[in-house]
């Protein structure tokens, strides 16, 4: 396992090359000029502008520009924001209230959905099972703003149980709201994942040998049905953990949650390649480390893998 593991560690190297050299491409292809945006309806003092762009090296060219940037990160220097505030700085403010967020969301959706999906999976055809496929689909089909607003207006306006905005003030009680929007439609996903996989193996041959052998339901169905059914789910909340932290730009908008999400938003709209290539980047780590470590766990899950 050492082997593989120094493996896929190895592995980063090409992908973050690749990823931060895509982003920092597609950033730079951006029309408008972002000197030019900082400086709003003002007019612009050429000198200035000039002193910007040597400041920023917006004054050579791409590849120029990509070097300047590879060269801080490995000596950890993000470089600074158009607002003079440094990029690393940025993130330490942002990334704790976004890491907070998506684990909760990740709670959310693992606690609820594989304890529904069991449920519905071990009542497949039943009532119970009927109601949970019908809530999923609901939750599947409302589009996350719509869930938000509708969320926020009855739970924190309507009723006043939670805050309608979260602001500066992101404890677990504020943050609880958020993260069930976030998390609202994996959690659909987690539940039909864990259903399907659960009714699969409650017909498998190593089932019903479990059972002729005189377990109890409870032993059967916690080591033999729930371990087994479990790969598919883990591998899909492993895959999520970054798409929630990539993904928190609409509740983080909805809530006013000052995380990753709204950073990254300002960023993209001054055109600020660093900022937004460092946000990205350390996303895209954030899902590598989730994926080895997910792929980590399948030995766990099941001994019969084996890492070559």
């Not at 479990?210 to 377990?215: D, E, I, M, N, R």
């Amino acid at each position: 396992m050492l082997w593989y593991t120094g493996r896929r560690l190895l592995q980063f190297i090409p992908v973050f090359l690749g990823a931060t050299l895509l982003i920092y491409a597609m950033v730079f292809a951006l029309p408008g000029d972002p000197v030019a945006a900082l400086f709003g309806d003002k007019p612009v003092n050429p000198q200035v502008a000039a002193q910007i762009r040597a400041q920023y090296h917006l004054d050579v060219g791409f590849f120029q520009q990509y070097l300047y940037y590879l060269k801080g990160v490995v000596t950890f220097d993000f470089g600074k924001s158009f607002s003079g505030r440094p990029v690393l700085e940025v993130m330490q403010s942002a990334f704790p209230t976004t890491i907070k967020l998506a684990f909760m969301a990740l709670a959310v959706e693992g606690i609820l959905g594989i304890g529904l999906g069991l449920l519905a999976g071990l009542r497949r055809g039943g009532f119970f099972d009927g109601t949970v496929l019908i809530f999923s689909l609901l939750i599947i089909a409302i589009p996350v703003f719509v869930l938000g607003f509708v969320l926020q207006f009855v739970f924190g306006v309507k009723l006043g149980w939670v805050n309608p905005t979260v602001g500066g003030n992101a404890t677990f009680a504020n943050l609880l709201l958020p993260a069930f929007v976030l998390g609202g439609v994996s959690l659909a996903y987690v539940l039909r994942l864990t259903r399907t996989s659960v009714a699969e193996n409650l017909t498998a041959d190593f089932v019903r040998t479990a059972t002729a052998k005189g377990l109890s339901r409870r032993r059967v169905v916690t080591v033999h049905v729930l371990r087994n059914s479990m790969i598919p789910v883990v591998t899909f909340l492993g895959a999520d953990l970054g798409a929630l932290m990539g993904g928190a730009i609409v509740t983080e908008g909805i809530f006013n949650i000052p995380g990753v999400g709204n950073a990254l938003y300002r960023a993209v709209r001054a055109g600020e390649a660093p900022t937004v290539v460092s946000i990205v980047t350390v996303l895209i780590l954030v899902f590598i480390v989730a994926s080895l470590l997910v792929d980590l766990l399948y030995a766990i899950l099941d001994p019969r893998i084996r890492y070559v």
